[in-house]
C-alpha cells in the first residue's frame, strides 16, 4: 500500500511563511483527490484544501487567499505554501490521499505559529 510521509512544519512567527510536503512512496496518480488536513489540540481534524486529479482546488474558508495547494506527479508530491500565518493555524498537518473506496493517511507535521 502506497504511505505518505509529510514533512516541512515547525515553528514560525505570525506573518511567516512555511511550505509542506507530502512525498508519496509510490504514483500519486492513483489517487482522486489529495488534501491537507489539520487538527488542532482537543479539535476535531478538518479539511485544509484539496486538489483534484484534474486540478479541481479546494480551500477552508480560513485559508482562502494565504495557502495554495500544488501536486507534482513526477516527484509524485502535493505540497501546501501557507502564508500570513496565524496563531490560529497551529495544529498537526496531515496529508490524505483518497480513491473510491480507500483513503491513505501521513502521520502528520507539526506547525506552531507563534504570537
Known amino acids: 500500500q502506497v504511505q505518505l510521509v509529510e514533512s516541512g512544519g515547525g515553528l514560525v512567527q505570525a506573518g511567516g511563511s512555511l511550505m509542506l510536503s507530502c512525498a508519496a512512496s509510490r504514483s500519486i496518480s492513483g489517487f482522486n483527490a489529495l488534501g491537507w488536513y489539520r487538527q488542532a489540540p482537543g479539535k476535531q481534524r478538518d479539511i485544509v484544501a484539496q486538489i483534484t486529479t484534474g486540478g479541481s482546488r479546494y480551500y477552508a474558508d480560513s485559508v482562502k487567499g494565504r495557502f495554495t495547494i500544488s501536486r507534482d506527479s513526477n516527484k509524485n508530491t502535493v505540497s501546501l505554501q501557507m502564508n500570513s500565518l496565524k496563531p490560529e493555524d497551529t495544529a498537526v498537518y496531515y496529508c490524505?490521499?483518497?480513491?473510491?473506496?480507500?483513503?491513505?493517511w501521513g502521520q502528520g507535521t507539526q506547525v506552531t505559529v507563534s504570537s
Open positions: 490524505k490521499g483518497s480513491r473510491i473506496g480507500s483513503e491513505v
